[in-house]
């Protein structure tokens, strides 16, 4: 953190004018993200709020070397391939000083849909109300032929939802398919994950994580697939329902299917995630399995979700950003 200047100790929140950066401690935010990203986080409420609270967001110049941008107390990424994860790497060990959210490596853990729920398993979450699963998956990545005998093979029960294997912020990497019967899958082009359908009343949570902070939603999803509807054949493309803007928290909904998780559930499942995967930044889908009260299935893990769909963001996200910093001073010791 910069300090242009005295603090002056009138500065309340509130008080500080959107000009008046040069009286107070100016935390810089550097961020490269792509056009859509930025116009869906960067929105005019949110930089407004930051700057009165003495945060400024510069964009960061791709073409240009990032050692000699800035300085900045923060970086905020989320751009694909190698090249830029090298470039993150090598910024990191030259600057220590500068919080970059977040590693690449732990990053490139959610773009393959099977590494990205590996950790949850393992979780310890005795204790907190609930249990929480993932539903059994397997991994196509060739030979489309092979698949109805492979579907037979590890047991998986009909229907299916197909995914595409990697996450890469396209379109394409978010189409979904419902499988009705192991044989049309065949027309599906690998990689791809094939997920058991777990009936969940057609309502989804997004628990968004920010460092420490956590928010959940309601979000429509999927309806449950009757027993009739078993007998159905084919593949059907769906769309992205949950990413829909339109939360589900004012629905009226069947008290039981609108529940949200327990508390201590979401707090653990958060801290245990935080730290397996090293982010500090992403969120979580979790269904809740139709007909139980407290058996949720994890279905989907984001970095950095569209947190302008997040309630109360520009709070949240503004004081975490502060708070990084602050700690970082602490850490400092005293000359
Ligand atoms: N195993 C499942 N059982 C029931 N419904 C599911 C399952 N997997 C996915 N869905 C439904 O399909 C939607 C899309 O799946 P998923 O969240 O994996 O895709 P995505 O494209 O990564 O989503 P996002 O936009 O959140 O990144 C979910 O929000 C949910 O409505
Ligand atoms: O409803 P959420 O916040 O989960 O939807 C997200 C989605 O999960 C992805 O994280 C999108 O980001 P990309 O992977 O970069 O496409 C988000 O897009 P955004 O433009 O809104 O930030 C979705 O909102
Ligand atoms: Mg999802
Ligand atoms: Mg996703």
New binding site residues.
Partial sequence: MRLNGEISHKEEEGEKENGNLEAQKVVVVGYAL?S??K???LQPKFEVLARKKGIIFIAIDLNKPLSDQGPFDVVLH?MSGKEWCEVIEDYKQKHPEVTVLDPPDAIQHLHNRQSMLQNVPDLDLSDCHGKVYVPRQMVITKDPSSIPDEVSEAGLKLPLVAKPLL?D??AK??EMFLAYDRFSLSKLEPPLVLQEFVNHGGVLF?I?IVGEAIKVVR?FSLPNVSKSELANVGVHSFPRV???TESADDADLDPGIAELPPQPLLERLARELRSRLGLRLF?I?MIREHGTRDVFYVI?I?????????PDYEHIFTDFLLSLVQSKHKKRPET
């Fill in positions: 792509t859509k990203k116009k869906s986080f989320k996450v912020g396209t990497s978010h997004k968004y979000r949950s990413s829909a969120n889908d989907d984001n970095y950095f979700p569209g947190y302008g769909k997040m």
